[in-house]
């Protein structure tokens, strides 16, 4: 990106006489010529060197055999460039892959979604003057707050109060919220999720009606049990009458729209979704997924949707069965190689309009899920690592991006299933390795 510059001439006029009756000065200053900018983002050098696929298997390899792995690490390393496999340790095995599962999801909602459309929610009349109906249109970033504490661009419930104000007849005082869930439809859990999993810190149950991605309070991690009500409840605050009735139900047809607001692009969506790995925001778009592939919008559709957008994009989706969008399942397969097929494709184009992918990966030691992790190497250049992470009982994975010393952009996927620590030594493991991959040369 360049930083244009502009050559710009003061003009600076006195009007009337001056003390000597002489006419109007006026006096002009011009800026001193600039030269041509330097760039502020400079792109990678073409002529960087790949890593000799050797050198880098005997720097990658004892890392990942690391105690805290158990030896189990299913990896695979892709040169984006010239799209060779630099390093592939059972990279086609079937693995749990926790939340890097959300990269088939991200890529599924890009391909199929239009990235620049938006998610509705709407208030429409009730049966009675004093009845209102929140229709949930499966957006959970509509915030109680504003702006919202976790989702830059969220719509506010306090817009959407605002207009049902505007929208309701003088004097009118709202006595009961019915919250319609209906756009989403089957069980609010999936298999392979535990009973601890929703509501939890992490997960909540999938309904198409939330507030603060099911947050019980905007900006913590505790979710709700109910995140419909929940909704209700908080337009119910907004509208002035935190004692209505709140309850679950479906809008009449037709019903009068007394008020609507919308989400931030998708594509926007889709980082949030990856940075933060936000479950809830995965499943809602993976259900959206289904909906514009003609499925039902419940686990089951969303799965296949996902599966079928990916196979149609060309990714060899054989060996992938999902049961979620998020990858809270332990039921989800995925092999590493289809982890790493995503983010080439999404790094060279031949996966179009995918590149939030890249921008939604996290960056190590600075923000999303590796905040604090991955950036204790000297070795390693700032933001040179950028992830996804996944992390459930016994799985720790890692997948994203690195640029080597040598400024070459790799795609790699790290996943180890059957670990038994408490979590740190595993995500210190596969920082290290992800680290070694930025640091090297390996030529």
Known sequence: ML????????VVVWSGDDAAGEPAAQATAALPAVGEPDPVLAALSTEAPAPDPDVLATRLAPLLGAPALLGGVSAEVVDVAGGQTLFDQEAGDPVTPASTAKLLTAVAALTTLDPADTLGTRVVAGATPDEVVLVGGGDPTLSTTAPSLTYPGAATVADLADQVRAALPPGTTVARVVVDNSLFEGPLTAEGWGPEDAPSSYASPVTATAVDGARLTPGENQ???????????????????????????????????????????VTRLVEQA???SDNLLAESLARHVA???GLPATFE???????????EAGVDVSDVELYDGSGLSRLDLVTPDV???LVTGAADGSLAGTSAVLSGLAVAGYDGTLFDRGDDDPATAPGAVRGKTGTLLGVHALAGTVVTADGRL???ALVANGTSGGGGPEEAALDAAASALAACGCS
Do not use: C, M, N
């Open 301 to 311: 559709g969303s799965a296949q949707a996902v599966t079928d957008a990916l196979e």
């Open 223 to 265: 979710r709700s049990g109910q995140p419909g009500t929940d909704a209700g409840a908080a337009l119910a605050a907004a509208l002035g009458v935190p004692r209505a009735t709140v309850q679950l139900g479906e809008a009449a047809e037709g019903a009068a729209t007394l008020g609507s607001v919308r989400s931030a692009p």
């Open 274 to 276: 990856l940075s933060q």
């Open 410 to 412: 790799l795609a790699y």
């Open 339 to 341: 982890l790493t097929d």
């Open 3 to 10: 930083v244009a510059a502009l050559v710009v001439t003061g």
């Open 291 to 293: 909906l514009a592939r």
